[in-house]
């Protein structure tokens, strides 16, 4: 059982919940339309506030077309940056960070010594293709590697809030912090059972 | 100015004071003679205390003759790990690694697809030796890439203590954190310091 909670719930959410088009469908076939749909029910729902990183704000700005959103949306959908100059991180999340990096890159070298055996067997611009997905794949998935992604964590645990993402990196960090989070997939249902409950924590 | 210090100044050292053979000749020809040399020197500074993360000292025993070390070695020169699960960073912390890890990822990758191009041109042996030594110097040189880096950089930070190393990762960690640094080829002046001024704090 959770305590009560005395103020609003908070939410923090990834552009994939507008962008992805496998995860947006519930909410609209377009950017655009799945922000609109969103803040439609959104508003609806006061027990809720919905924040989303400024970087991540910028990147989502880049799918849709600005003229047609809501002004309703920055009230709605906070901006807000992590407090990153004060905020601090536990010290195993260093060695578990910098342990996952070192088994990549030993990873992302063996990737490449294949490739260069390879050469001359066949086609080189292939290969060199085939290399690029295998070492991004090896060193990039599953691990936060952008300023992005950390902006999207230490914001969640700042605020203290569910954190909706299918970013890979983001799910495992957040599990290592404590961070509760949800997938966008399941996103829209979470939020209709606060209307049908008439504005209470779903039970 | 430095406030006045009402505790022992601490002290926190590196294996490559005493295996590194550029850094280690001003205490001896060997780790095992470095070792007791520097033990000579220490026994005789009542105002610091000497420190070794456990890991590192671990990594010193595979170099040294323990038949031939002094008694007074684990009196004088202490082992502990950094207090990992109490201990915070701060989060910008991770900003800059991840920004650091992300350059490095791509210069890796840069550094296979040039290797790949390069194969058939030159002996294949020669080119993946070649090809492994710029992969890690671009990936690991210059960055803590290891859970022995971490704790040195951690348990300076936990003492206040000075860091002795060679190592470039951990002295670019060390400026971030505010951790003091000295380079080992300065050691034994700074210890000598302290002897010629009748152990009171170098001025």
Same mark, same amino acid.
């Given at each position: 059982?959770?305590?009560?909670?005395?103020?609003?719930?908070?939410?923090?959410?990834?552009?994939?919940? !507008?962008?992805?088009?496998?995860?947006?469908?519930?909410?609209?076939?377009?950017?655009?339309?799945?922000?609109?749909?969103?803040?439609?029910?959104?508003?609806?729902?006061?027990?809720?506030?919905?924040?989303?990183?400024?970087?991540?704000?910028?990147?989502?700005?880049?799918?849709?077309?600005?003229?047609?959103?809501?002004?309703?949306?920055?009230?709605?959908?906070?901006?807000? #940056?992590?407090?990153?100059?004060?905020?601090?991180?536990? #010290? !195993?999340?260093?060695?578990?960070?910098?342990?996952?990096?070192?088994?990549?890159?030993?990873?992302?070298?063996?990737? #490449?010594?294949?490739?260069?055996?390879?050469?001359?067997?066949?086609?080189?611009?292939?290969?060199?293709?085939?290399?690029?997905?295998?070492?991004?794949?090896?060193?990039?998935?599953?691990?936060?590697?952008? #300023?992005?992604?950390?902006?999207?964590?230490?914001?969640?645990?700042?605020?203290?809030?569910?954190?909706?993402?299918?970013?890979?990196?983001?799910?495992? =960090? %957040?599990?290592?912090?404590?961070?509760? =989070?949800?997938?966008?997939?399941? !996103?829209?249902?979470?939020?209709?059972?606060?209307?049908?409950?008439?504005?209470? %924590?779903?039970?």
């Amino acid at each position: 059982m959770k305590p009560a909670r005395h103020r609003k719930d908070r939410v923090v959410l990834d552009t994939s919940l !507008f962008v992805n088009p496998d995860v947006r469908s519930a909410f609209g076939g377009s950017p655009t339309e799945a922000i609109k749909e969103f803040l439609v029910i959104a508003r609806k729902i006061p027990a809720l506030e919905f924040y989303m990183p400024s970087s991540i704000f910028k990147e989502l700005l880049n799918f849709v077309d600005q003229r047609e959103l809501p002004g309703s949306l920055l009230a709605v959908l906070h901006q807000k #940056a992590p407090s990153k100059h004060e905020m601090t991180c536990p #010290a !195993f999340f260093l060695y578990e960070l910098i342990d996952d990096i070192r088994d990549r890159i030993n990873k992302g070298l063996r990737i #490449a010594e294949k490739a260069v055996r390879s050469a001359g067997k066949v086609d080189e611009r292939e290969l060199i293709q085939n290399m690029r997905k295998s070492y991004r794949e090896a060193l990039r998935e599953g691990i936060i590697d952008s #300023a992005e992604d950390v902006d999207l964590i230490l914001l969640a645990k700042e605020l203290d809030a569910l954190l909706v993402t299918v970013d890979h990196g983001a799910i495992t =960090w %957040a599990e290592k912090l404590g961070i509760r =989070w949800l997938l966008p997939g399941k !996103f829209k249902d979470y939020l209709l059972s606060f209307i049908q409950d008439g504005q209470s %924590a779903p039970s």
